[in-house]
C-alpha cells in the first residue's frame, strides 16, 4: 500500500518561504515511470498543478506562473519530495496536496495539508 503524508507549518507569514514535505512509503521516488507532483486547491480558485518530479527522465516540472518562486527537490534517502515557495502572499493560502502516478494513470493522494499566510 502507497501512502503519501505532507507535512510542514500550517501558518506562514508575508513574505516567508513555505516549505513542505511529502514523505512516500510502500513505494520509492526513484522507481521509474513515477511522476511526483504537487498540487493545491481551494473553493475559490480550484484545483491548480504546482509542480513535479519525473523519476522516469529526472526531470523537473514547475507551473510557469510559479516558477519565479517555486521549486521541488528530492532526497532519495528519505524516501520524501519537497516543495519551496518564497515571498508568499495572502494568496499563497491553500490547501497544498501530493500525489503519485504511475505509467498506468493509477494516482495515490495524500490527504492535504492547510496552509495559511498571515501575520
Known amino acids: 500500500q502507497v501512502q503519501l503524508r505532507e507535512s510542514g507549518p500550517g501558518l506562514v507569514k508575508p513574505s516567508q518561504t513555505l516549505s513542505l514535505i511529502c514523505s512516500v512509503s510502500?513505494?520509492?521516488?526513484?522507481?521509474?515511470?513515477?511522476?511526483w507532483t504537487w498540487v493545491r486547491q481551494s473553493p475559490g480558485k480550484g484545483l491548480e498543478w504546482m509542480g513535479g518530479?519525473?523519476?522516469?527522465?529526472?526531470?523537473?516540472y514547475v507551473s510557469p506562473s510559479l516558477k519565479p518562486r517555486m521549486s521541488i527537490s528530492k532526497d532519495s534517502t528519505k524516501n520524501q519530495f519537497s516543495l519551496q515557495l518564497v515571498s508568499v502572499t495572502a494568496d499563497d493560502t491553500d490547501v497544498y496536496l501530493c500525489?503519485?502516478?504511475?505509467?498506468?494513470?493509477?494516482?495515490?493522494w495524500g490527504q492535504g495539508i492547510r496552509v495559511t499566510v498571515s501575520s
Open positions: 510502500g513505494d520509492s521516488i526513484t522507481t521509474k515511470n513515477r511522476v
Open positions: 518530479i519525473s523519476s522516469h527522465d529526472g526531470k523537473t
Open positions: 500525489y503519485k502516478k504511475d505509467v498506468g494513470g493509477t494516482c495515490e
